[in-house]
């Protein structure tokens, strides 16, 4: 198990590594000149290489790399361009706490609903019960998030007072008002997510149920609550450990639609709002955050099979 | 004397008159058809069948584990007095935990992957009621008791660190925790190697005195139910149809079925060249499918009309042997199976040779030399059979002649003299079609969704260039003579049962007329009838188009009946070549001894085990010297773990790598484990 993690922590420096070549890389081999975008058309000459300056694209390819190295070592990413005076750091962490508040809620609630969902449909197959919990989720995770968002404004926050159509509570705020201000986000990301995680821990469930090993501990003697958290979960939720690790780069960085809805000022909104404004230290940032999230929560699900699963060790730990 | 219990009291396991159905589409399909038997504490009980008779279905059920959709109909099951068909859900776990217990035909799947040994072994203990620590230390004496050499080093590890026969022994560790009053044991060394089934065979015998529990031993090996059991019931489509004990049973078989059972495995040294296999014709009837009277009637050669129209009646025929058959006293008239009338030839030239092939596997651990500098050579018509245990480098070397690995430099594979190219991409289409594969489980080597037609056709075209309406004609052909119908070309591999799958597989390999088919257990997948049809099948077609063959089993019954020369193989290396005959006249090297030895017969013979220690080493660390010193029960010390021995011929064809001169080796054999008796069938 050690051999795994130095290995796998290895790995995501490496990672890192490719992440930050191609965010050096992005605006010297995208086309068309991002400076001249931002100082707009008809800048002059000076203003064109004062941006060109402050982008560091008058420098080689290698030392913008160093420079971009020594920035997130010294989270000193710049300024942002359309606020001048703030720094972009400063900005990402706000963005990346609301993000984290939703994500965390919304997975506080996602996770065991869907996998207790899957469980249920697994041990109740070919039941009316099991028909429900899988023809339901893939109706409903078959509608993008940006959609859902705006029905349950609709259908919810406009007639019901206890819902909020905002998601960003006033400054000052009791914990539990900020929850009654983010509840239909987290109810729009359990809807989209949960016929997606349920059906992946039903799929493997059921082929632990059906293996020979839970067989064995049924024929031990051990009742069916022991045989499920005894030997069937940590065999069946491998896979939707790793569905969550990738997802969740995608919760806090990719709904943007349903921040935009919300008015939720979390990282998808931010990256979102840069683009637009053209705010490159600022976009740059917000990828960059995005980017390091995936990577991290990679490394965590990876941890978390490797404590569940053994077998998994072995691909990074025996070097054939 | 009879079905009646002998004294249900005094018997650990009784069942009664169990019906069992499956429900399908809320119709109940009958499976257990009125089955009663006894096994008393400490006697080995065995259930004979093939695939789909009901034996695993009564063991399961003995405990009570049906699939959703079963469901006891009728018949009762009484386990030391309790009755099992009436007991609550709780009842019926403290019942498991306490009083019945299972081992399992695959030990890699049976035991939890992501749990270490130690806690599996211990949660046997903590569920009969004793706390984690007490639990952990007799899972710790559990290991001791099978024993295993490093208890504590075991319980660290997980599943996969484990070979299959050890996984057995932790498995029988489990069973026995609780003391059991019944232990059942379903295909317990199906899978196994030889020598390792010898192994867990000898620990069950060993401990069965010790435990004094019933026994119930479900096996399609006849060899091993002689081996184990004092009593046998034959099952038949849901219906025990003889019982007795295992002498009356296997050398007085009272029920055509029984009789045709033991002549379709070969016996008493029977070859290819003396008779055929008997296979039995026709299909066990399908699981719901309506019985007539009697079971067996549409299969049987004794089969009259009283038979189909009145239930046989129990016969007995000794004490405690009976039979369900109208016509015992005519059980002589069962045909033989068909003699063999055509000589069988094989030819001088040399079809495919192997030359100082060796084959090293270069990791990054380090180098695995998996063959190291094998000859062997084929001649027009011939078999080789290639044995030696799992590990032995058998599989390496069929890999290697098809061009799936690649060679070492230095040596080289010839085609009629020629040297064929190494890697199979490399070869012209006239080396591909020269050596074809039949490979152990057809269903993974047939495309699941073509139609046999299109499966045979494609073959045909590949191999001999071919095409449209030829190509199939010839598929057509093909599939006729391995005894396909026309109904099955238009069906897909899993509309087919195992033996007519793998008689697909072997049309395949048929498509382009080769020169050497290569078959790796082709039919240990397969029931013993099964076995006969597609050995009967092999061996015709060796005689009309003089195919070779490269044989691979385990199964030395198998092996001696088909195979015309025999190579031993060990950690990469050929120990041992010869003419079959030769080979079991003696002398021969001390593994092919032990793997000979390991083998359990169901003619009963002589018990002269030679047991082979530890398991087999790895390729890449071999023992020095000879690499069988480590596990040989004749080492010569100083010598063997010295001195590699030369290949030394020890009569025409026949060589052994061996340090022991070979009349001393002959002396040091003379020990009756040999069956020279003349085929006798």
């Known amino acids: 198990m050690k051999r795994f993690i130095i290995r796998r922590l290895l790995l995501s420096v490496v990672t890192l590594g490719i992440i930050l070549i191609l965010i050096t890389l992005i605006p010297n081999i995208a086309p068309g000149d991002p400076a001249r975008k931002i100082a707009g058309g008809t800048a002059s000459p000076e203003r064109l290489a004062a941006v060109t300056e402050s982008l560091g694209l008058d420098k080689s390819v290698i030392e913008q790399l160093t420079d971009l190295v020594t920035d997130v070592f010294t989270l000193d990413l710049g300024e942002s361009f359309t606020r001048p005076g703030t720094s972009v750091w400063s900005l990402v962490s706000t963005s990346l706490f609301n993000s984290t508040k939703l994500v965390v809620f919304a997975l506080l609630l996602v996770l065991p609903v869907a996998i207790i969902g899957g469980l249920v449909a697994a041990y109740r197959r070919d039941t009316w019960l099991d028909r429900v919990i899988v023809n339901l989720g893939v109706a409903l995770s078959s509608?993008?998030?940006?959609?859902?968002?705006?029905?349950?404004?609709?259908?919810?926050?406009?007639?019901?007072?206890?819902?909020?159509?905002?998601?960003?509570?006033?400054?000052?705020?009791?914990?539990?008002?900020?929850?009654?201000?983010?509840?239909?986000?987290?109810?729009?990301?359990?809807?989209?997510?949960?016929?997606?995680?349920?059906?992946?821990?039903?799929?493997?469930?059921?082929?632990?149920?059906?293996?020979?090993?839970?067989?064995?501990?049924?024929?031990?003697?051990?009742?069916?609550?022991?045989?499920?958290?005894?030997?069937?979960?940590?065999?069946?939720?491998?896979?939707?450990?790793?569905?969550?690790?990738?997802?969740?780069?995608?919760?806090?960085?990719?709904?943007?639609?349903?921040?935009?809805?919300?008015?939720?000022?979390?990282?998808?909104?931010m990256i979102f709002d840069a683009v637009d404004s053209a705010d490159y230290p600022l976009l740059r940032g917000g990828v960059l955050t995005v980017a390091i999230i995936y990577m991290l929560a990679t490394l965590a699900a990876d941890l978390i099979i490797a404590w569940m699963n053994p077998r998994a060790r072995l691909s990074l730990s025996e070097g054939s | 004397m009879t079905a009646s219990p002998t004294a249900t009291d005094t018997a650990a396991l009784s069942i009664r008159d169990l019906e069992m159905a499956y429900m399908v589409r809320g119709t109940p399909r009958a499976v257990l058809r009125g089955v009663s038997f006894d096994v008393r504490a400490g006697e080995a009980y065995g259930l004979v069948g093939e695939s789909g008779c009901g034996k695993s279905t009564t063991a399961y059920t003995a405990l009570r584990y049906l699939p959703s959709n079963g469901l006891i109909q009728g018949g009762t099951i009484s386990v030391g007095g309790r009755e099992v068909t009436a007991m609550s859900s709780k009842e019926l776990r403290e019942f498991r935990a306490n009083h019945a217990s299972m081992v399992y035909q695959d030990p890699v799947q049976a035991v939890n992957p992501v749990l270490k040994i130690g806690r599996q072994v211990a949660e046997s203990f903590e569920v009969i009621g004793h706390s984690k620590g007490e639990a952990k230390e007799l899972a710790h004496k559990a290991l001791q008791r099978v024993h295993i050499a490093d208890p504590e080093g075991v319980l660290e590890r997980y599943p996969h660190q484990l070979s299959g026969g050890m996984l057995q022994r932790v498995v029988i560790a489990m069973a026995l925790a609780s003391d059991p009053l019944l232990l059942v044991l379903d295909e317990p060394t199906t899978g196994?190697?030889?020598?390792?089934?010898?192994?867990?065979?000898?620990?069950?015998?060993?401990?069965?005195?010790?435990?004094?529990?019933?026994?119930?031993?479900?096996?399609?090996?006849?060899?091993?139910?002689?081996?184990?059991?004092?009593?046998?019931?034959?099952?038949?489509?849901?219906?025990?149809?003889?019982?007795?004990?295992?002498?009356?049973?296997?050398?007085?078989?009272?029920?055509?079925?029984?009789?045709?059972?033991?002549?379709?495995?070969?016996?008493?040294?029977?070859?290819?060249?003396?008779?055929?296999?008997?296979?039995?014709?026709?299909?066990?009837?399908?699981?719901?499918?309506?019985?007539?009277?009697?079971?067996?009637?549409?299969?049987?050669?004794?089969?009259?009309?009283?038979?189909?129209?009145?239930?046989?009646?129990?016969?007995?025929?000794?004490?405690?042997?009976?039979?369900?058959?109208?016509?015992?006293?005519?059980?002589?008239?069962?045909?033989?199976?068909?003699?063999?009338?055509?000589?069988?030839?094989?030819?001088?030239?040399?079809?495919?040779?192997?030359?100082?092939?060796?084959?090293?596997?270069?990791?990054?651990?380090?180098?695995?030399?998996?063959?190291?500098?094998?000859?062997?050579?084929?001649?027009?018509?011939?078999?080789?059979?290639?044995?030696?245990?799992?590990?032995?480098?058998?599989?390496?070397?069929?890999?290697?002649?098809?061009?799936?690995?690649?060679?070492?430099?230095?040596?080289?594979?010839?085609?009629?003299?020629?040297?064929?190219?190494?890697?199979?991409?490399?070869?012209?289409?006239?080396?591909?079609?020269?050596?074809?594969?039949?490979?152990?489980?057809?269903?993974?080597?047939?495309?699941?969704?073509?139609?046999?037609?299109?499966?045979?056709?494609?073959?045909?075209?590949?191999?001999?260039?071919?095409?449209?309406?030829?190509?199939?004609?010839?598929?057509?052909?093909?599939?006729?003579?391995?005894?396909?119908?026309?109904?099955?070309?238009?069906?897909?591999?899993?509309?087919?049962s195992g033996g007519l799958k793998q008689r697909v597989a072997i049309a395949r390999a048929f498509a382009g007329d080769p020169d050497v088919v290569v078959a790796d257990e082709p039919t240990s997948a397969l029931d013993v009838s099964v076995q006969a049809a597609i050995l009967n099948l092999l061996a015709e077609l060796q005689r009309d188009v003089r195919t070779s063959y490269l044989f691979i089993t385990h199964d030395i019954g198998v092996v001696r009946y088909l195979a015309d020369r025999i190579a031993v193989m060990y950690v990469g290396r050929v120990m041992e070549v010869g003419p079959t005959d030769v080979m079991f006249e003696g002398p021969i090297h001390p593994y092919t001894e032990a793997l000979l030895s390991a083998v359990p017969s169901v003619d009963g013979e002589a018990e002269n085990r030679i047991p082979l220690k530890g398991e087999i080493p790895s390729p890449k660390n071999p023992p020095p010297g000879c690499v069988f010193h480590t596990r040989c029960h004749r080492v010569i010390e100083g010598t063997c773990d010295k001195i590699e021995p030369p290949m030394v011929e020890v009569s025409l064809g026949h060589s052994i790598k061996c340090h022991i001169p070979p009349d001393e080796l002959l002396e040091m054999q003379k020990v009756p484990w040999v069956d020279h008796s003349v085929p006798e069938l």
């Open chain 1, 143 to 269: 509608l993008p998030e940006f959609v859902v968002g705006a029905l349950f404004l609709v259908l919810l926050a406009v007639p019901i007072d206890f819902f909020r159509v905002v998601a960003d509570p006033p400054a000052g705020a009791s914990f539990l008002t900020e929850l009654q201000y983010l509840l239909l986000p987290v109810f729009t990301v359990l809807t989209v997510y949960f016929g997606y995680i349920a059906r992946i821990t039903r799929a493997s469930t059921i082929t632990a149920i059906e293996s020979d090993y839970t067989r064995t501990a049924f024929m031990r003697g051990l009742s069916t609550s022991e045989v499920f958290r005894k030997h069937v979960l940590r065999n069946s939720l491998v896979p939707t450990v790793a569905v969550v690790g990738t997802q969740l780069g995608y919760l806090f960085g990719g709904m943007v639609g349903l921040e935009l809805i919300y008015n939720y000022p979390g990282l998808g909104r």
């Open chain 2, 192 to 496: 196994l190697d030889a020598t390792v089934e010898a192994e867990v065979l000898d620990l069950v015998r060993e401990l069965r005195d010790e435990i004094g529990a019933a026994i119930l031993l479900i096996a399609h090996n006849l060899g091993v139910i002689r081996t184990m059991c004092d009593r046998v019931g034959i099952m038949y489509a849901g219906r025990i149809v003889e019982e007795g004990t295992v002498e009356d049973v296997f050398d007085n078989p009272s029920h055509p079925y029984t009789v045709g059972l033991l002549n379709s495995i070969p016996r008493h040294g029977a070859r290819k060249t003396d008779r055929e296999l008997f296979s039995i014709p026709g299909n066990l009837p399908q699981i719901g499918d309506p019985l007539p009277t009697c079971v067996y009637v549409a299969r049987c050669p004794l089969a009259t009309d009283k038979c189909s129209a009145e239930v046989p009646p129990i016969v007995a025929r000794s004490d405690g042997h009976w039979t369900r058959c109208h016509h015992p006293d005519r059980i002589d008239e069962v045909p033989l199976p068909d003699e063999v009338s055509t000589a069988h030839n094989v030819g001088t030239e040399e079809v495919i040779g192997v030359h100082g092939v060796s084959k090293t596997f270069h990791q990054r651990s380090g180098d695995v030399p998996a063959l190291v500098g094998v000859d062997l050579g084929f001649a027009e018509g011939e078999t080789l059979g290639l044995v030696g245990e799992s590990g032995s480098g058998k599989s390496t070397l069929a890999k290697t002649m098809l061009g799936v690995h690649e060679p070492d430099e230095g040596g080289a594979i010839t085609l009629r003299g020629r040297p064929m190219a190494t890697k199979s991409i490399d070869r012209e289409t006239e080396s591909i079609r020269a050596i074809q594969m039949v490979f152990q489980n057809p269903d993974s080597a047939l495309n699941r969704s073509w139609t046999v037609r299109r499966i045979l056709t494609r073959a045909v075209s590949k191999l001999t260039g071919k095409s449209g309406d030829d190509a199939e004609a010839q598929a057509v052909q093909i599939a006729h003579a391995m005894q396909l119908s026309d109904r099955h070309l238009d069906m897909r591999p899993r509309q087919l």
